[in-house]
């Protein structure tokens, strides 16, 4: 009978011990998430301010460049796209300077450059929300980890970026 008993107890302890370590990985696989999750996040606000920034740019050297007898709505609007394709399509394009037209072409490479690491990020982003969905659904069955989880996601994407 002890014998039974003695086993009886090191299964509950290594059956602890296991749970303990599967606690402890799980806990340790969200950690990891939320930082890489963090990271993403960071780099496509780091993108859309390179893209506002670079279209700011863009604007800045058009509005010195432009004709002063442009119309000053077409002007505007010529302006305010933030794509070099469009810009082409106006008829008063043809008589814009070289330098206008030298810039939308190197515009053109960076901004190539610039939407394929977008959607890289945008791509991983996808990644990371089906990744969340996979962790929720692992801890269904654990109401309070689930919610420790979700307020740990909350303030991580509430920390500002570096």
């Not at 301010?49 to 050297?61: C, F, K, P, R």
Request: proline content about 2%.
């Amino acid at each position: 009978m002890n014998i039974a008993k003695y086993l009886l107890g090191i299964l509950v302890l290594i059956s602890i011990l296991v749970a303990c370590k599967q606690n402890n990985t799980s806990s340790a696989n969200q950690g990891d998430y939320l930082l890489r999750l963090k990271k993403y996040h960071c780099e496509e606000k780091a993108l859309t301010m390179e893209s506002d920034s670079l279209w700011n740019e863009v604007a800045d050297h058009m509005d010195k460049l432009l004709p002063a007898k442009m119309d000053p709505a077409v002007r505007k609007r010529i302006i305010d796209i933030k794509n070099t394709e469009i810009i082409r399509t106006f008829k008063i394009y043809h008589t814009f300077p070289d330098t206008i037209k030298h810039i939308l072409v190197q515009i053109d490479e960076y901004d190539a450059k610039l939407v394929r690491r977008i959607s890289m990020n945008d791509k991983m982003l996808d990644s990371m929300e089906r990744e969340k969905l996979h962790i929720m659904s692992s801890l269904e069955d654990n109401q309070s980890a689930k919610e420790a989880f979700e307020k740990s996601y909350t303030e991580k994407l509430s920390e500002p970026c570096n």
